[in-house]
């Protein structure tokens, strides 16, 4: 079992910055892929952009390149998702997800073993 807690949101103004956190406990941080997802009101959650264990490989979302940046720490045992110049459209809930399947880019949430509970992130006009 993999226990995910999400930090790091809040209010911000358009064209602010946030750095979101994901810290795991449970088992090898760098035994999996890692993901985040969001999901705004009314809407179905939407995949943002995922890491392999060593982050060899990244993928992200048409709408966040260039804006945002994932990383992680194994040591650590921590995800991050760097946004910057946002936008209100990217007010939701982000949520990190943890794969098994390590060395796999994972795009659709089915393939996600684990998930975190999400952090608000609201930015404002």
């Known amino acids: 079992q993999v226990q995910l807690i999400e930090s790091g949101g809040g209010l911000v103004q358009a064209g602010g910055s946030l750095r979101l956190s994901c810290t795991a406990s449970g088992r090898t941080f760098s035994n999996y892929a890692m993901g985040w997802f969001r999901q705004a009101p009314g809407k179905e959650r939407t995949f943002v952009s995922a890491i392999t264990w060593n982050g060899g490989r990244i993928v992200y979302a048409n709408f966040v390149k260039g804006r945002f940046t994932i990383s992680r720490d194994n040591a650590k045992n921590t995800v991050y998702l760097q946004m910057n110049s946002l936008k209100p459209e990217d007010t939701a809930v982000y949520y990190c997800?943890?794969?098994?399947?390590?060395?796999?880019?994972?795009?659709?949430?089915?393939?996600?073993?684990?998930w975190g509970q999400g952090t608000q992130v609201t930015v404002s006009s």
């Open positions: 997800a943890a794969a098994r399947l390590r060395n796999e880019i994972h795009l659709t949430g089915v393939e996600y073993d684990y």
